[in-house]
């Protein structure tokens, strides 16, 4: 493919400036005032969905009458988490620097699942792990991987206390096995609940 001609049957690079410029100056915008909304939207449940059509279109809409829809319809329906009165569930990351990174990851799309479908982002990984065990003052010993959400993190940490406590659960399941035991206080993620149900262990 010659250089500039972009990939075949996508937008063309010049479409996608254009494209990028009036998104970077929407976000811009709305960083600029993030009180300038309410925190939570004055919309009554099913408004959306009673806004959009029922059926998918027979043909594709031009990414401006898409973006449009974004402006008049899903922003007024949203809980806004980066506005400076929202203390609900976590901090926002929708930050200057996450907005410019998650455009970049999305331009590469990779996907770090081994060293080979990824050199640079598995590695990256591994730095960016390890500076974080340096910074809260762990010992060499220490690894980890990132992953998308808390929810995912404890599903992983007691799939691996699991394997820990029974190793044949991998070979032949739980059945069979004593009981195991799951210790959280009573202000614990729901997410403990759903890990144990899906590592079959139960809530008992």
Same mark, same amino acid.
């Given at each position: ?5 972009? /990939? ?13 410029? &009036?998104?970077? @100056? ?11 909304? &309410?925190? $939570? ?25 898409? $973006? ?13 988490? /980066?506005?400076? &009165? $929202? ?21 590469? /799309?990779? /996907? ?11 590695e990256l990984e591994e730095v960016a792990c390890d500076w974080l065990r340096q910074l809260l003052g762990l010992p060499p010993a220490f690894d980890g991987v990132i992953n998308d959400t808390a929810s995912s993190s404890t599903l ?27 210790? @959280? ?17 139960? &809530?008992?």
């Amino acid at each position: 493919m010659p250089p500039g001609e972009g /990939n075949p049957g996508d937008l063309s690079p010049g479409e996608l400036r254009r494209l990028l410029t &009036r998104a970077s @100056a929407w976000v811009e915008a709305y960083l600029a005032t993030p009180d300038g909304v &309410r925190v $939570f939207p004055d919309v009554e449940p099913g408004s959306l969905r009673a806004a959009l059509p029922d059926t998918p279109p027979d043909a594709p809409e031009p990414l401006d009458d898409a $973006f449009a829809d974004f402006q008049e319809l899903v922003v007024p329906a949203l809980t806004h988490w /980066n506005h400076p &009165r $929202f203390f609900g569930y976590f901090p926002s990351s929708g930050s200057v620097p996450g907005i410019v990174g998650e455009l970049l990851a999305a331009a590469v /799309n990779t /996907n770090a699942m081994i060293w080979h479908a990824s050199p640079g982002g598995t590695e990256l990984e591994e730095v960016a792990c390890d500076w974080l065990r340096q910074l809260l003052g762990l010992p060499p010993a220490f690894d980890g991987v990132i992953n998308d959400t808390a929810s995912s993190s404890t599903l992983y940490a007691l799939a691996a206390a699991r394997g820990r406590a029974f190793p044949e659960a991998a070979a032949s399941g739980l059945a069979g096995l004593p009981p195991g035991r799951v210790y @959280a206080s009573q202000e614990a993620h729901a997410s403990v609940d759903k890990a144990v149900v899906t590592l079959g262990m139960g &809530r008992e």
